[in-house]
């Protein structure tokens, strides 16, 4: 490989471009064995944006048998390069991407046989030197999907040949079927005579070994049995951390652009930076106490390629590329269409932080709106990942800020749709907290709203519910990472907001925020002694080593806030 410095990969797929050009590579080579002895068949389900798509060009390059030649080049540095196996180079690949199969739904068929015409063809001429004359030109004559597929099988054992199947979002389409036109089409689509589903069986007696990765388990389900799938390994704890970053390929990373001048900030500060936003998935019930947690990889290349361009994070912590994603995600999750057990449940998960469902490995769509089968979706999508085990239940809880703005954000559009709430005052008043330490603006705005709200909706009087409301509000305050529930000093604050300063440095003031419920029936007595614990509690929050860490240089202010039903009917600031 080059000598010169290796730059971010930022959005580049293709690993032999990402070699060629002496980009930086995280290291996930050494899946590649046991991978091999998983079976010849295999299912691999992760969120977008982690790494996929690299992963699977990796693989191409490694199993390709025309890339034999440029094995010590490729791999060059890489941990497969000494400890390669029997299969290194040894089949002919195709490699499938479904995700670019566009067009009308209703001309989804023939768009899909394009596709598989166009990249059947190219495989037949990257291969056809190994071939008698004429093997290309017969594979272009045949026009039909099944009959190529069934050619270039025949060809292949007839010459004792093996070939890879590597498909790349092989739940794409399928799931924009599903969205948009419906399960009953849907269904007319992967059961019975649908061609999707056929194509599935040719898939698994046209190739030696098969290897699709998607993010979601649903068209899984229902084609499996016309594929008859080997092995799902998404939840295997032997792969746990194949996709994604742990810390130490992070710091690794780090290292690198200080060791080479191109970045300057301490290490310490970035990890910390990026740890609430990015970091803390676990995709397996087995890795949650023995694995180091993961960053989505995606993330971490946006964060430090904008530290090394500009010296400092970027103002949007989360990638502005991923909107369409999230777009797509929220249309599978239909989260506008929820019925009561759905919305219950997300709301649920948004206000306390995590729920208990042991996830499915899959699900047919038709059970997709099952309670149990949402939860499990949520976790494959990203939304959710493994938190804790306790016993025979697994805690999912939610992984960080940036899947928690998620949440919070379809609260706060709930919460809007209910009553509206001019939100230029609101960010008038989090400046001034924030700047000034004047709280009462923002204090008074966010419970303001929350009058105005649950009155309309005449909502259930309840603690939970105006914990999910403050949750919402708060996270729409640009200088502070809104922390709920954060254990400090033996106990647990209702929300800590603690200041942002690489995005704002010029913030002057942090919070601890103590929120108190009354019912309507509670009378003074009730309220005093409520108000006094508060008080109490919060002065031993504020006394945890971890707080002046973790205000820096501001000025921090302990705020008690008393709400009666729907009223706020005291909040002060409490002296240290």
């Not at 960010?427 to 008074?444: C, D, F, H, V």
Request: include cysteine; charge should be negative; charged fraction near 25%.
């Amino acid at each position: 490989m080059s000598s010169k410095v290796r730059l971010l990969p930022y959005g580049i797929s293709d690993f032999k471009q990402l070699r060629r050009e002496g980009k930086y590579y995280v290291d996930k080579t050494m899946f590649l064995p046991p991978m091999e002895n998983q079976g010849n068949f295999l299912f691999f389900i992760r969120p977008r944006r982690f790494g996929k798509s690299i992963f699977l060009s990796m693989m191409r390059a490694y199993y390709d048998i025309n890339e034999r030649v440029n094995f010590d080049t490729l791999f060059d540095g890489l941990w497969i390069k000494d400890n390669p196996t029997e299969l290194r180079n040894s089949f002919e690949v195709l490699h499938l991407d479904f995700s670019q199969i566009g067009g009308s739904i209703d001309e989804l068929k023939r768009y899909f046989d394009i596709y598989m015409d166009v990249m059947i063809n190219d495989f037949a001429q990257r291969y056809a030197h190994r071939y008698p004359v004429g093997y290309l030109e017969d594979v272009k004559n045949i026009k039909v999907t099944d009959g190529k597929l069934n050619y270039i099988n025949q060809a292949a054992k007839t010459n004792g040949h093996q070939m890879y199947l590597i498909i790349d979002e092989y739940d794409n389409f399928t799931n924009t079927v599903l969205n948009e036109k419906g399960e009953a089409v849907y269904h007319a689509l992967t059961h019975a005579s649908g061609f999707y589903r056929d194509v599935f069986k040719k898939f698994k007696g046209n190739f030696d070994r098969i290897l699709m990765m998607g993010v979601s388990p649903v068209t899984m389900d229902d084609v499996t049995s016309g594929y008859n799938i080997a092995s799902n390994i998404t939840m295997n704890p032997l792969f746990n951390l194949m996709l994604g970053f742990s810390e130490d390929d992070v710091r690794q990373m780090i290292r690198y652009y200080q060791e080479v001048g191109m970045l300057k900030a301490n290490e310490e500060t970035l990890i910390a930076d990026m740890k609430p936003w990015y970091d803390n998935y676990c995709f397996a019930k087995a890795s949650v106490y023995k694995d180091p947690k993961l960053f989505n990889c995606d993330m971490v290349s946006y964060y430090l390629r904008c530290v090394i361009q500009t010296g400092h994070g970027p103002e949007e912590m989360v990638d502005v590329n991923t909107r369409t994603d999230y777009t797509k995600m929220n249309k599978l999750l239909q989260l506008d269409k929820l019925d009561g057990n759905r919305r219950g449940l997300l709301n649920e998960i948004a206000e306390n932080g995590y729920i208990y469902e042991n996830p499915v490995e899959s699900f047919p769509a038709k059970d997709m709106a099952n309670a149990e089968n949402f939860v499990s979706l949520l976790f494959y999508y990203g939304m959710l990942t493994i938190g804790d085990v306790e016993g025979a239940d697994v805690k999912l809880t939610i992984p960080n800020n940036n899947v928690r703005k998620q949440y919070y954000d379809y609260l706060y559009r709930q919460y809007q749709e209910i009553a509206y709430v001019d939100t230029r005052k609101l960010s008038r008043s989090y400046t001034e907290a924030a700047l000034n330490g004047n709280w009462q603006p923002m204090i008074k705005e966010i419970t303001d709203a929350y009058e105005k709200t649950t009155s309309v909706r005449q909502l259930i009087e309840g603690e939970r519910n105006l914990q999910g409301f403050m949750n919402a509000y708060l996270a729409l305050n640009p200088y502070y990472l809104t922390a709920p529930e954060m254990e400090l000093s033996h106990g647990y604050c209702d929300f800590f907001l603690m200041p942002d300063l690489s995005r704002y440095p010029m913030i002057g003031h942090s919070y601890i925020l103590e929120l108190k419920y009354l019912k309507q029936s509670d009378d003074d007595s009730i309220a005093l002694v409520q108000w006094e614990e508060a008080v109490e509690q919060i002065r031993q929050y504020s006394t945890a080593p971890m707080v002046r860490t973790l205000i820096k240089s501001t000025t921090l202010h302990l705020l008690v806030v008393q709400i009666k039903g729907y009223n706020m009917v005291r909040a002060e600031e409490i002296t240290i």
